[in-house]
């Protein structure tokens, strides 16, 4: 067989690994804590696509088709009318529903529309696993702007092919892009080993490229050389299926394992299928090309596109209050922008058989309606607000409070000093033995709670998860300043399985008495995922009490920023009274005749502070 035969058909099963990622990608979002690695979809998508692209560009070249514009003209064609139209849509709804997410949006779509959003992502340090002031309708742009970047470099990739072809030599380019591909994945760990941060594995091209690299390594390799016997195959399609499916179910986005090598299994075990399903003596590609799943995996992109933008709007406008209905609406509105959207952007596929022109009497209209849109979408974004409102004093408040942690330390040692008298001052009886644990939601609050609770031990960061946690106990505990009683505000940032909050209580121990705050936000998609986390443990655990924020900031939502989730000042009293109510504290005199210290511990910097 040919390579140009080999190379030009229509592949068996493909669209439907295309449908089975992109359901991992949106129950993901609408359920994060039940599917919990349905993000690895995308990676899943770059195997695909690298090797798609691998295959579609060996058959041109054995026709004499290959030409390096034209690859460039039909990328362009098939990624920016669906974009555009995405893009118009989503600044016209926000100008009707949602005027304050068009606030600071134009950085941000000029790095869609020229193919960097994802650095960008990463210069604002925008964690896509602790979404919240930092969310925007765009978020999950970041992949087209990893597969726009590899485009630009393919052309130059598969020359190398192409001259080893002239030379008669095999293999080279396969290796050179397998090795960039470890080099990649080797890349991803490295930089969560110095970081300990996801979000530059997750985002950075150099990590991520590793999928499109393997994808198109092995689609440059003639088919017959990766055929094998039925039993081997099947058994190897059930092993990939099977830790496929067990790795989207419960590979965590911010667990360590993650960037450790599980993402880079996951685009091995994506490319094994896709060859497994594109060899015709097994079953598979005819399996997967069902019709439904078929017909979904051919509009998986513009899926992809809308899914986002009507999550990150249904969230917040709360239309239906019912998270199951919410669920269901949002499914359907996605799944119908799609089909418009990809009738429009390839209206052939939908008006006429191939080859039929009769469907470009449609063409021209749809192009010069979606040019109009995205001038309107063009127009809006120039009249969007460039300052970001009272999310700016947020911003100013949590550096500020970050501000006075820091400011209150002593010259840095080089080892952790053990906490002497004169550095903490004994505080009042009754919180003297309180420390707290939480977000920035309690960060925000630190005065308040400072004012509340005299004399307490507070470490609240920007974006904590529950994980994270584990550290923070151990550091205050070796430093014998973690208390008897213990308030956590853990949740905000993401959902966590009751599994994982009972490690924390049993790290904690039987002896302690332990406060958890339920999380709140009028767009939190997890919210209740967290919650119903946190009211499992209070009825697992005698020790467990919970102190119900989510139920006071229902009836307050004023007390809150733009955002919907950090606090005001007004708040910021509300929620220390809650806290402080909940431990049974009587309210301290007034600030002004109080002398008594309050003590705050920064983990990362290992120092008890004292500010009297």
Same mark, same amino acid.
């Given at each position: ?519 709140? #936000? ?61 431990? #049974? ?5 007034? $600030? ?10 920064? $983990? ?9």
């Amino acid at each position: 067989m040919n390579q140009s035969a080999r190379t030009s058909r229509y592949l068996p099963g493909l669209d439907g690994l295309r449908a089975i990622a992109i359901l991992g990608i949106v129950l993901y979002h609408m359920f994060p804590g039940a599917v919990r690695g349905g993000y690895l979809g995308v990676t899943m998508f770059f195997v695909l696509s690298g090797y798609l692209l691998a295959r579609t560009a060996a058959a041109n070249d054995a026709d004499g088709r290959w030409r390096t514009v034209g690859f460039y003209q039909k990328r362009i064609r098939r990624i920016y009318p669906a974009l555009l139209w995405v893009i118009a849509l989503t600044l016209l709804a926000l100008l009707l529903w949602l005027p304050e997410g068009l606030v600071g949006i134009r950085e941000e779509l000029e790095s869609i529309l020229f193919g960097y959003q994802n650095w960008w992502q990463i210069v604002q340090n925008q964690d896509y696993f602790s979404r919240i002031t930092s969310t925007s309708p765009f978020t999950h742009m970041w992949s087209l702007a990893v597969e726009l970047q590899y485009y630009l470099v393919w052309p130059l990739l598969f020359g190398l092919w192409r001259l080893e072809q002239k030379d008669g030599s095999r293999n080279g380019a396969v290796g050179v892009l397998v090795t960039l591909a470890l080099v990649s994945a080797g890349v991803m760990a490295y930089l969560y080993y110095l970081t300990g941060d996801a979000s530059r594995s997750y985002y950075g091209t150099d990590a991520r490229v590793h999928a499109l690299l393997l994808g198109s390594a092995v689609g440059l390799i003639p088919a017959e050389r990766l055929r094998c016997s039925k039993g081997l195959g099947c058994t190897l399609f059930a092993l990939c299926a099977a830790g496929y499916l067990a790795l989207a179910i419960l590979l965590d986005g911010a667990s360590a394992a993650a960037y450790y090598g599980l993402i880079a299994l996951t685009a091995v075990l994506s490319v094994v299928l896709a060859v497994l399903c594109t060899q015709e003596d097994l079953p598979f590609g005819r399996v997967l090309d069902w019709l439904p799943l078929k017909w979904l995996g051919q509009r998986s992109y513009e899926i992809y596109l809308t899914m986002y933008p009507v999550l990150y709007l249904m969230e917040r406008l709360r239309p239906i209050e019912d998270a199951l209905w919410r669920h269901l609406a949002e499914g359907g509105i996605i799944l119908a922008l799609a089909v418009i959207i990809h009738a429009l952007s390839v209206p052939k596929a939908w008006l006429a058989p191939a080859g039929d022109p009769g469907w470009k009497w449609f063409k021209r209209p749809a192009a010069i309606v979606a040019a109009m849109a995205f001038s309107m979408g063009l127009l809006i974004t120039l009249g969007a607000p460039v300052e970001a409102g009272d999310l700016d004093a947020l911003e100013e408040l949590l550096e500020a409070n970050r501000a006075q942690i820091e400011a209150t330390l002593p010259p840095k040692a080089t080892e952790t000093p053990t906490p002497t008298q004169e550095a903490t001052p004994v505080p009042t009886l009754n919180t003297a033995d309180v420390t707290m644990v939480g977000d920035s939601v309690m960060l925000g609050a630190l005065n308040a709670l400072q004012d509340a609770l005299p004399g307490c031990t507070v470490d609240a960061k920007v974006s904590r998860q529950l994980w994270d946690a584990y550290a923070v106990l151990d550091s205050l505990e070796s430093s014998g300043v973690l208390g008897s009683t213990v308030v956590l505000a853990l949740g905000t940032n993401g959902p966590f399985s009751v599994e994982d909050g009972q490690g924390i209580i049993d790290r904690l121990g039987t002896s302690r008495k332990i406060y958890w705050v339920t999380a709140f #936000g009028t767009s939190l998609s997890w919210q209740e995922q967290s919650n119903d986390s946190i009211r499992a443990l209070a009825a697992r655990n005698r020790n467990v009490t919970i102190i119900d924020w989510s139920a006071l900031a229902v009836d307050h939502t004023d007390w809150l920023y733009s955002d919907g989730i950090h606090l005001q000042a007004e708040g910021q009293q509300g929620y220390a009274a809650m806290i402080r109510d909940a431990l #049974g504290v009587t309210p301290p005199p007034p $600030a002004e005749d109080s002398s008594n210290p309050i003590v705050i511990w920064d $983990a990362e910097q290992g120092i008890t502070l004292s500010d009297p």
